[in-house]
């Protein structure tokens, strides 16, 4: 069976920080006081500091750390709060890059998400990963 264990993806912190810079570089465009320009900073350097923690560096409570395939469309989901059995749901998008993977929890009202950047898996798992899930 595939058992995927998620580590630090050095692509997802880049694009991460990209957007970061770049709300910071749009902050110093606007024309208002330097007051407000730098609660906005304060706001986004606070915030991006969030993200990275719960997602990037995979800290947060709810932050995927690892799936394991069961059988058919049956997948367990391994979170830093406990483990859930859940569908691969439809609208799950796969690329050669990085996959968006989206679960139906049972008794949960929204679906979670799953976003697997290629190097966060060794390049045999993730190859793995892609084939299992073409594969459907």
Not at 22 to 30: I, K, P
Not at 55 to 71: A, E, K
Not at 122 to 127: G, I, N, P, T
Request: hydrophobic share 50%; net charge positive; charged share 15%.
């Amino acid at each position: 069976m595939l058992d995927l264990e998620f580590k630090l993806s050095k692509q997802f912190l880049f694009l991460l920080l990209i957007v970061l810079l770049m709300s910071m570089l749009m902050v110093q465009c606007v024309s208002v006081t330097s007051v407000i320009k730098g609660s906005m900073l304060f706001i986004i350097i606070a915030y991006g500091s969030y993200l990275i923690w719960q997602f990037v560096l995979l800290r947060g409570r709810d932050s995927c750390i690892g799936i394991h395939y069961l059988d058919g469309n049956e997948w367990l989901i391994r979170t830093n709060r406990g483990q859930y059995q859940a569908m691969l749901c439809g609208d799950s998008t796969v690329t050669t890059w990085v996959s968006i993977l989206r679960f139906k929890i049972p008794n949960q009202f929204w679906k979670k998400s799953c976003i697997v950047f290629c190097d966060s898996l060794s390049q045999d798992a993730y190859r793995k990963l892609l084939v299992r899930l073409k594969m459907g």
